[in-house]
């Protein structure tokens, strides 16, 4: 996990990490400073922090995989429940190919992250 210091930082990172799940997670003051970096920079889920500012761009390409929420809680959650299904699927590649032990880990994890999740419900 990465916290970025400015949009080249984000760009960067994107470029550095680009063979891994890219999730962004902003408050919506900065949605218009960033609907151009979201347009150019490839990633897998954004969560958008909105405690009362106005949130456009639901017409953005980027917008179907953009998840709204009004709370710190409920950021903590989706972002949990995100590494969950994250280390799951991890565990579902490492059980095709045969790597039982990874597997066991990877699914032992993304249940530990489920349980984290349900602190913030």
Known sequence: MEHCTSFEHLQQLSIQYSAYVLIIAFNAERLSELRQFLNEIPFDAVYILNLGEKTDGYDAPW???????????QLMRHLCTKTMLCLFNEGLEH?????????????LQSLKALD?????I
């Open 116 to 120: 984290y999740s349900a602190q913030f």
């Open 95 to 107: 059980r095709k190919n045969g790597n039982f032990g990874l597997a066991n880990s990877s699914m």
């Open 63 to 73: 917008w179907n995989r953009t998840t709204v929420v009004y709370n710190d809680k």
